[in-house]
């Protein structure tokens, strides 16, 4: 018996030292469940770096900024994709914080494994990210490893803005216009490469008063729609329909 092969939607998790539990996966920003019920299936992997295995495996991603932590994530898509269960031309890729770096990352280095992306309050340039950000010791003391004026090229090579010539993946970038701790211009930048350097379709929608994660029911209810939306476009209808009709009444 041929066994189907699904639509993909890969959720990586933020942090990155965090992980998700083997349980109810459902957000206003996460799809699990309901985006099961709607005919995808749903990937959460749990990369190197993440907690819940130990201090050596969540350290084991340090120095190695949006390298072997992502690889990763191809690698474990790669595996569904051989088991039979996967569409490998209708991978989608979501997250928020550094799941929204990861999320800008495949759509620009690895684009040509990606069929849409929604990125949240994601990270885009590393450098100017340290200058604008709430936090700016976390990427030295759990990420890189080494400061940013000690090697400016490497971080602008881990940085999605770097590739963005290259984007074919679909993207819709949100973010809070008041997030303090990946700055709203995180957003602004990607959106600006990809639009310009491209003809890559690519949106961005700020949502006013909200931070690092939207709070307001209206602005949750609001992202839902529209992630939902994005990935039915272009993973299920191919873009087959003008991008114009996602907009929201």
């Known amino acids: 018996m041929k066994k189907a092969r699904n639509p993909l939607i890969t959720v990586v998790h933020g942090g990155p030292e965090s992980h998700y539990d083997n349980g109810w996966l459902t957000s206003y920003s996460m799809p699990g469940q309901i985006g099961a019920a709607n005919g995808f299936m749903i990937f959460y992997p749990n990369y190197r770096g993440s907690t819940g295995r130990g201090e050596q495996f969540a350290k084991s991603s340090q120095g190695d900024p949006g390298g072997k932590e992502f690889d990763d994530v191809i690698d474990g898509i790669d595996y569904l994709i051989d088991a039979g269960m996967v569409d490998k031309s209708k991978v989608g890729v ?131 729609l529209r992630m939902l939306r994005w990935f039915n476009l272009y993973l299920k209808q191919g873009g087959d329909i003008p991008e114009t009709e996602l907009d929201l009444d």
């Open 94 to 224: 979501t997250g928020g914080s550094y799941g929204g770096y990861a999320t800008g990352w495949m759509s620009t280095r690895h684009t040509e494994r990606f069929a849409a992306g929604v990125m949240f309050v994601g990270i885009s340039d590393n450098i100017s990210k340290w200058g604008t950000s709430d936090i700016p010791e976390e990427m030295y003391l759990v990420h890189s490893r080494k400061r940013i004026w000690d090697d400016y090229e490497f971080f602008l090579k881990r940085s999605p803005i770097y590739y963005a010539d290259q984007a074919k993946t679909p993207l819709l970038i949100l973010a809070g216009a008041g997030d303090t701790r990946v700055d709203p211009g995180q957003s602004k930048e990607l959106y600006r490469h990809i639009k310009t350097r491209t003809e890559t379709p690519v949106r961005l929608v700020l949502y006013p008063g909200e931070g690092h994660g939207n709070r307001k029911s209206t602005a949750r209810f609001d992202y839902n």
